[in-house]
T-cell receptor
Framework: DAGVIQSPRHEVTEMGQEVTLRCKPI?????LFWYRQTMMRGLELLIY????????DSGMPEDRFSAKMPNASFSTLKIQPSEPRDSAVYFC?????????????????????FGQGTRLTVV | SQKIEQNSEALNIQEGKTATLTCNYT??????LQWYRQDPGRGPVFLLL?????KEKRKERLKVTFDTTLKQSLFHITASQPADSATYLC???????????FGSGTRLQVQP
């Protein structure tokens, strides 16, 4: 498998324009994550899908951000309209998860595989 | 509030020495803790996973400890090499969110 594939690798856009980032997860993985990384805030979780269903989108900054996963092999993250403060590296990651219950507490016992990231610059 | 804290200052050590990186967490009850390596311009790459009932885990030159009483994990690289220079991130599963949350990472620089 080629790993998690993201496109584009770099995107420069003007403020106010729509930006769409794309991700192809590893075949057979049932979880997909979108993260954003900046120097100031580190690696932040934006949204998490399990079996193509959004489970947790509490990290999505505001309504300008939206994410979809129409099938198990494709996801998009859209920013409309984009702003300079959205400039960051956006990572997609996938994982195969079996939810484990340890004394009533679930956990994630498998690694996440990251793509190369999309460096977004909004000018 | 929940926090995962790693030393934000870079760690500089001489080749051949042991590097020790620290991850402290607050208001989490993780069943698992993971460590990742990130090189400039690349995505994080998984290194090790340790369960709450494991005190220590080893993989080649890497060793991870997990102390749920102290709420701390230590990551050791023995016989360090310049190729080990990278940023190292710890990550936890928040039971409620069920997704990996990452610390800010510690940059390791191994001098030849």
């Amino acid at each position: 498998d080629a790993g998690v594939i993201q496109s584009p690798r770099h995107e420069v856009t003007e403020m106010g324009q729509e930006v769409t980032l794309r991700c192809k997860p590893i075949s057979g993985h049932n979880s997909l994550f979108w993260y954003r990384q900046t120097m100031m805030r580190g690696l932040e979780l934006l949204i998490y899908f399990n079996n193509n269903v959004p489970i947790d989108d509490s990290g999505m900054p505001e309504d300008r951000f939206s994410a979809k996963m129409p099938n198990a092999s494709f996801s998009t993250l859209k920013i409309q309209p984009s702003e300079p403060r959205d400039s960051a590296v956006y990572f997609c990651a996938s994982s195969f998860v079996v939810a484990i219950n340890l004394r009533g507490r679930s956990g994630r016992n498998t690694e996440a595989f990251f793509g190369q990231g999309t460096r977004l610059t909004v000018v | 509030s929940q926090k995962i804290e790693q030393n934000s200052e870079a760690l500089n050590i001489q080749e051949g020495k042991t590097a020790t990186l620290t991850c402290n967490y607050t208001n989490y009850s993780p069943a698992y803790l993971q460590w990742y390596r990130q090189d400039p311009g690349r995505g994080p790459v998984f290194l090790l996973l340790i369960r709450e009932n494991e005190k220590e885990k080893r993989k080649e030159r890497l060793k991870v400890t997990f102390d749920t009483t102290l709420k701390q994990s230590l990551f050791h690289i023995t016989a360090s090499q310049p190729a080990d220079s990278a940023t190292y991130l710890c990550a936890l599963t928040d039971t409620g969110r069920r997704a990996l949350t990452f610390g800010s990472g510690t940059r390791l620089q191994v001098q030849p």
